[in-house]
């Protein structure tokens, strides 16, 4: 069991599954527009409190825009903050809308991405998982000899209990448990032979 140890510690250690965005340059790109945009929504976020913050601190205007506009006067102090509070919104409206549109191109990203990352590290996998069925198989030996000492003990009626018998079900049954289960899958995967 000690080799199973160090073959798993180091195999873990040498072994990287790679990221989306390392296997796709299509989703490495919608990631970095994403960051673009959240970073531009960020900004217009602040950049919109600011001016309405301006907008309530500032004095109620003397006279309507038009008035102002036929005296030849300026009305307002906010006419060119609520100008730029409008674009604000607008453009945030259309930053929501681009983000929904490249989170629905990053779902479809993934897909081919994973399938390229699946398909590189398939034979690892397999590794892996073979290497799993065939500690399973030592446990599911262990565990019909396990079997049989037990068996042998209810034969010759004895009183085993001072032992401290251990429950093995979350093993499942002895010939059809989860051990057989496991190796039954790996098996009809093509990763155990």
Avoid: H
């Avoid at 929504?41 to 301006?54: G, T």
């Avoid at 085993?160 to 059809?176: M, V, Y």
């Amino acid at each position: 069991m000690a080799f199973l140890k160090k073959t798993a510690a180091s195999a873990a250690q040498e072994f990287r599954v790679p990221s989306l965005a390392e296997a796709s340059p299509e989703y490495a790109g919608l990631i970095a527009k994403r960051d673009e945009l959240l970073a531009q929504q960020s900004a217009l976020s602040a950049e919109r409190s600011d001016i309405e913050q301006k907008i309530a601190e500032a004095p109620a205007p003397a006279m309507r825009p038009g008035v102002a506009a036929l005296l030849g006067e300026t009305s307002d102090s906010t006419t060119g903050l609520r100008a730029r509070l409008g674009e604000v919104q607008k453009l945030g409206v259309d930053i929501t809308a681009a983000l929904e549109i490249i989170r629905q191109r990053l779902a479809v990203a993934r897909t081919s991405a994973s399938k390229a990352i699946c398909q590189t590290t398939r034979a690892e996998y397999g590794r892996r998982v073979a290497a799993i069925a065939d500690a399973l198989k030592v446990v599911g030996v262990a565990r019909a000899a396990y079997d049989d000492l037990r068996n042998a003990f209810d034969r010759e009626d004895v009183s085993w209990g001072s032992l401290g018998p251990l429950d093995l079900r979350f093993l499942g049954d002895a010939r059809e448990g989860q051990v057989e289960r496991f190796i039954r899958e790996a098996r009809s995967s093509g990763y155990y032979g």
